[in-house]
Each structure stands twice: as structure tokens, then as C-alpha cells.
């Protein structure tokens, strides 16, 4: 496929951050689910022992969020509302149907992948917040016990939340046959792209 059947759909740094995120993502939940719950204590054995993953889990954890923070902020654009969200809303049955004549245009991104976009944004302020809280031996002798006790059960209810949204995105990404490879390479072909966002499609024409 030559160069100009090819448009890009991400941008190195972009990928760079994705891919980072997906590294320091996987370490910050295997070793929160290795304390929190302790059936999955081997978890641990990621970064060695429990003790050294008690250490690292905020660290890993702020530089997921700060990462996070830093791709919502370059993808706003592409995740604000606009007037194909509605129409693809209604039609969102024959999305799930996969009969895509009847799937109305849309942009860089659809509405569901602008959801999650969303529920992203609230879970890295929730975790950065409920994170701080809870912080042994830094932050969490500043709160009380009670509210302490509130923060590890906001935190860990996000952090189930969060590994839910991720499976949605993991899934959408593997239902739609070269989502992935943009990812990875930063292209897309212009026949994927009149595809499945036409929007997106006709901007890159314009």
C-alpha cells in the first residue's frame, strides 16, 4: 500500500504515551490487586516482593494518572461533542448489529469511545485524590480514619471500574479490524478510514 492511501490517525508522542500507559497501567493494577486483595498477593512478584510493591504502587499510580492526564489533554478535541454523536446514538443497534449501512458518519472518534474518554477522566481524578489519601507514611495522617476508609473504597471501586472500561476499550479496539495497527504504526489506510469515521475522512480531504 503506498504512502498516500495512508493517513495518520495517531501521532508518535501520542503512541508513545499509549504504549507507556499500557506499561505502567499493568504495574500500578497487578500490585494493587496483590494488597487489596489477598487471594492475588503473588501479584507482587511483578516488582519482587509485597513489601516493594506497597512502596512502588503510588508511584506507578501517579505516573499512570500524570501519563493519562497528558493524552485526555491532547485527544479534548478529538472527544467533544459534535452533531454526528446523536445520530450514531440512535443507530447504536445496528452498530452493535455490524450493519454498517445503517451506521449514520462519524468523526475521529464515536460516542462510546468519547464515554470512555469520560469515565477516564473522572477515574484518574478519583485515584489521584483517594491515592493521596490514603499515602502511608506521607498523606494519610492528615485525614481522618473515616475518611481514609472512604478513600480505599472509592479508590478500589475505581480500580474495578477502571479495569471494566479498559476490557470495553480492548474489545472495541479487536472488534474493529485495524484500530490496533493505527495504534502501533500511526496510519490508517484512507479505505478504513471512509469506513468507519468518514467524518474524519472527509476533514483529511479537505
Known amino acids: 500500500m503506498s504512502h498516500k492511501e495512508m493517513i495518520v ?9 499509549h504504549w507507556t500507559i499500557v506499561f505502567v497501567g499493568l504495574v500500578t493494577f497487578l500490585t494493587g490487586f496483590s494488597f487489596f486483595y489477598p487471594s492475588f498477593q503473588w501479584l507482587s512478584g511483578i516488582v519482587g516482593t509485597p513489601q516493594l510493591a506497597k512502596v512502588m504502587h503510588p508511584f506507578f499510580g501517579i505516573a499512570m494518572c500524570l501519563l493519562l492526564a497528558v493524552m485526555l489533554i491532547r485527544y479534548y478535541q478529538h472527544n467533544k461533542w459534535n452533531k454526528y454523536d446523536l445520530p450514531w446514538m440512535k443507530a447504536v443497534v445496528w452498530v452493535l448489529l455490524q450493519k454498517e449501512e445503517n451506521i449514520p458518519p462519524v468523526g475521529h472518534y464515536n460516542p462510546g469511545q468519547k464515554m470512555l474518554f469520560r469515565a477516564f477522566v473522572v477515574f484518574v481524578l478519583a485515584f489521584l485524590i483517594s491515592g493521596i489519601m490514603m499515602w502511608q507514611p506521607y498523606f494519610a495522617p492528615m485525614f481522618s480514619a473515616e475518611a481514609v476508609n472512604w478513600a480505599t473504597l472509592v479508590h478500589s471501586a475505581c480500580g474495578i471500574l477502571m479495569l471494566l472500561s479498559l476490557v470495553v476499550h480492548v474489545w472495541m479496539a ?31 480531504e479537505e
Open 174 to 204: 479487536c472488534w474493529i479490524e485495524g484500530s490496533i495497527t493505527g495504534m502501533l504504526y500511526g496510519k490508517v489506510s484512507k479505505a478504513w478510514a471512509r469506513k468507519h469515521h468518514p467524518a474524519m475522512f472527509e476533514e483529511h
Open 9 to 17: 490517525r495517531h501521532k508518535l508522542v501520542d503512541r508513545l504515551c
